[in-house]
């Protein structure tokens, strides 16, 4: 925003005075719960840029913050901010972490992933990855057509591209854990045998 620290700390007294923000723990302020939709109706309204650069400060804010005090509260509103800025490899990378599962914001990340390999905004490689997450996430439920649908897809991919080592092993991983949870142990067999040269 562009906003010298001298200036910064001027408005965030006059925050305070006006109750827009509150203390709220230990060196940690609040914005007041009847101003938040005000703020993001305002948000709304802001030039895109503008709106993105501070999406890109608050970002390296959290990281940072979380780098120094270890404080994974904050977790969920960086992946928000990533989704909002449409940060695709970094979600990603999430999607394999089994932390946001347990942390109850995966299905944010997911919903993003779908987005993404639903449009043409992805490079091949990206996308391939974009439908790994997408199955892990999934194949915690269960089995579904819709998981036969990624890995289809996944298989395409791999068929179109010259893709790695690594692409290779994780859409056979893949593969074996979904035929595994159908029952089908003879083509789980069959996949083990097919890898075991390249392994």
Known sequence: LNIPSNGAATLIKKMRATGTIENYGNQTLKVHDAVRALGLQHLTMMDVDIVNNALLALKDLLIESLQQERDTSRFSLLTQIYIKLNDVMTLIALSGE???YEMGIAVDIMESLKQATAS???????KFWA???????E???GVSEQIAQWLEAMGALLTEHEFGYRERTAYTMKRMLFLSEKGDLSEVQTLAEDARPSL
């Open 98 to 100: 089994e932390l946001f």
């Open 120 to 126: 043409d905004s992805l490079a091949p490689l990206q």
């Open 131 to 137: 439908l790994d997450g997408l199955v892990f996430s």
């Open 139 to 141: 194949l915690k439920d």
